[in-house]
């Protein structure tokens, strides 16, 4: 017999990596459809990418889901996180000054962890997985081996043992990754370039930044902001997008 406290936890993993799932094909799949809407002829001549790109995404979702699953269900039953609901049990502005930290935090992760996936024996084995997508569509923000997808998964799960964070600022930052992780690969840019190539442009990450990670590889590893770039000399600017080509099948 399964203990019910078993059973709970797998429903629990379950319904997130369903959720994850259902996120990831709402987001890319709205992008994507805005990217034709706006950029006729985006896709054409990729439908076998993009359907590469949503097997090794589901894949990843179960990857993200997993260990999501467990923290929400230990939160509820076990108590075991510093995820907190009572906004009064800390300083209001902590609630804005935690969320930067995981931005802070998360940022870090990623530049570090992505080039590390950028050792060639890890490239070759890992990381190619991510860079078949030429050009990157929406569809490949989440297009990761799953070790790759590994270390994405852990993020979230050791900000909410590492400090106290108010659910809403969890679900912001969760709001935040998918939304830059999606709209960094469009192969387009959504914002207007007095922002891109304005003040904020120059710290913060947008499609036109990433963009020249997906066609150099060697610079731009950021996600969410340009400093890591910018201090270890691996900032290469921004890049650029040709729209497709007429014939193009």
Not at 86 to 96: F, G, K, N, Q
Not at 105 to 121: G, Q, V
Not at 135 to 154: D, I, K, Y
Request: proline share 6%; charged share 15%.
């Amino acid at each position: 017999m399964f203990r019910p406290d078993v059973i709970a936890a797998a429903l629990v993993t379950l319904a997130l990596i369903a959720i994850v799932a259902v996120r990831y094909i709402v987001t890319s799949g709205f992008f994507a459809w805005l990217g034709e809407r706006s950029r006729p002829g985006l896709h054409r001549g990729l439908k076998p990418q993009i359907g590469r790109e949503i097997g090794w995404s589901l894949l990843s979702a179960i990857v993200y889901g997993a260990p999501a699953g467990i923290v929400v269900w230990g939160w509820q039953e076990l108590r075991w996180t510093q995820i907190y609901v009572d906004v009064s049990a800390y300083p209001i502005w902590w609630m804005p000054v935690s969320f930067l930290l995981c931005l802070l935090f998360h940022d870090a992760w990623f530049y570090w962890t992505h080039r590390a996936m950028h050792h060639p024996w890890l490239f070759a084995r890992i990381h190619a997985v991510h860079h078949a997508s030429r050009p990157p569509t929406a569809w490949a923000a989440m297009s990761f081996h799953p070790w790759e997808a590994v270390t994405g998964a852990l993020v979230v799960p050791l900000l909410v043992f590492a400090m106290p964070l108010h659910y809403g600022v969890v679900l912001a930052v969760l709001l935040v990754m998918t939304m830059m992780g999606v709209t960094n690969h469009m192969g387009w840019e959504l914002f207007p370039s007095r922002l891109v190539h304005g003040r904020i442009g120059k710290w913060v990450i947008t499609a036109s930044h990433h963009q020249k990670h997906h066609d150099r590889y060697n610079c731009n590893y950021g996600l969410y902001f340009r400093f890591w770039d910018r201090i270890c000399s691996t900032d290469d600017g921004l890049g650029s997008f040709s729209r497709p080509a007429a014939g193009r099948t």
